[in-house]
């Protein structure tokens, strides 16, 4: 998707809704600026668990494709399954051969904030270490129910990314921390939070209206809040944490310029998908 918004020159802007929101660039523009001291540590807290947000948890077993749904539509090239209730639809997400759980589902939030308080949205961590999940028994749902993982930056920078963290993202430095969530920010001190951020220092990117600053660069042609290769590199971060657990790997050595996992064939093929036929994707 990336390389082809950049080919095409295609204006796009990604779901991720929080680089519209106040607090968050309030609180990157704190970070980026300096004024928690030198960062070393991020943490982000997602929620945990499968939340039955369909309604069709009790619905897990084969049934006959309801009329008008285009069932082989819907698949895509992902692998044949049989159809049922709890497949489809938003509970989705709880299955790894459409999506990441949990992991995924969040991840595109705030490790997306936390990379943009970091400074590092056009690149990656270079490890992923101490990765751990549990995957709760269920005869279709198969994402983790609980997970930890920490990316390591080229700079020294942690980023850790669980479901037993605080909500939100955290930043850590040597003089103090900056916590947003969606429709708040604080810090520790408070006085972090009496800071203004002056016009030669670092100032980001400004959205109040996810929906409006889309509308604004299809007419004007310029950057949206959350470009598509932003959201990819965020992702990443997520797709890397899930291979990790899923293979129950202690590390995994990641190259953000080629976008390559190091030495490791097992968790590389998983850098892709196999297409069902007559599915492909031309390059």
């Known amino acids: ?9 295609r204006v796009f802007q990604t779901g991720s809704q929080q680089r519209s929101d106040e607090n968050f660039r309030r609180a ?3 970070v980026r600026n300096g004024r928690i001291g030198k960062l070393h540590t991020v943490r982000c807290g997602l929620p945990g668990g499968r939340p039955d947000f369909g309604k069709t948890g009790d619905r897990k077993q084969p049934e006959a494709v309801p009329e008008g749904f285009d069932y082989e539509m819907w698949l895509g090239p992902a692998p044949e399954a049989p159809y049922a209730p709890a497949r489809c639809h938003v ?3 709880w299955i790894y051969d459409y999506s990441g759980g949990q992991v995924t589902d969040w991840g595109g939030h705030h490790p997306d904030c936390a990379q943009w308080g970091m400074g590092t949205e056009e690149t990656g961590p270079v490890e992923i270490r101490a990765a751990k999940a549990e995957f709760a028994p269920d005869p279709l749902w198969n994402t983790a129910t609980a997970y930890h ?15 037993k963290e605080k909500g939100g993202v955290t930043w850590e430095g040597s003089k103090g921390s900056v916590w947003a ?3 708040k920010h604080d810090a520790n001190p408070k006085s972090i939070l009496d ?5 030669n220092e670092i100032q980001l990117y400004k959205s109040d209206d996810h ?10 042609r310029q950057p949206t809040a959350a470009p598509v290769e932003t959201a990819h590199r965020s992702i990443t971060i997520c ?45």
């Open 1 to 9: 998707m990336s390389d082809a918004v950049k080919k095409y020159n």
């Open 28 to 30: 990157c523009e704190l």
């Open 91 to 93: 509970n989705f997400r």
């Open 149 to 163: 993982f920490e990316a390591l930056y080229a700079n020294g920078v942690k980023l850790i990314i669980s479901d």
């Open 181 to 183: 969530t969606r429709g």
């Open 195 to 199: 800071s203004v951020i002056g016009p």
């Open 211 to 220: 929906f409006r600053n889309f509308i604004d660069c299809v007419i004007s």
């Open 239 to 283: 797709h890397l944490g899930n291979i990790a657990m899923r293979l129950g790997r202690e590390s995994l050595k990641w190259d953000p310029a080629t976008e390559q996992i190091q030495g490791d064939s097992e968790a590389s093929a998983m850098l892709s998908r196999k297409y069902r036929d007559p599915w492909k994707l031309e390059v």
